[in-house]
């Protein structure tokens, strides 16, 4: 099992920016590939980035392409997600999540352990 540990949330106006991070412990070596998930109130849980841990390839969502960059450092077992442009609709609270099983990284089914999550809002 891996444990996660998410850092970063706050409050933020729109247009600014936040770094949200996430520490992996526990037996790392089973994971693969690192995702962050959003959910906002009375909203599903939605995908927003991966990085596979060995290449470092990242997948995003279509709504933040352009404005989020998801990063790793390997030596600190730690995922992290740069939010830029940040808009209200970005609000919710922020999921990291380890994968290490075959599948699709943009489903939540395929993430085997996850974070408590960390709150992001913006203000308009």
């Known amino acids: 099992q891996v444990q996660l540990v998410e850092s970063g949330g706050g409050l933020v106006q729109a247009g600014g920016s936040l770094r949200l991070s996430c520490a992996a412990s526990?037996?790392?070596?089973?994971?693969?590939?690192m995702g962050w998930f959003r959910q906002a109130p009375g909203k599903e849980r939605e995908f927003v980035a991966a990085?596979?841990?060995?290449?470092?390839?990242?997948y995003y969502a279509d709504s933040v392409k352009g404005r989020f960059t998801i990063s790793r450092d390997n030596a600190k077992n730690t995922v992290y997600l740069q939010m830029n442009s940040l808009k209200p609709e970005d609000t919710a609270v922020y999921y990291c999540?380890?994968?290490?099983?075959?599948?699709?990284?943009?489903?939540?089914?395929?993430?085997?352990?996850w974070g408590q999550g960390t709150q992001v809002t913006v203000s308009s």
């Open positions: 999540a380890s994968k290490s099983m075959l599948g699709d990284v943009y489903f939540r089914a395929n993430y085997d352990s």
């Open positions: 526990g037996r790392t070596d089973s994971s693969y590939t």
């Open positions: 990085i596979t841990w060995r290449t470092g390839r990242t």
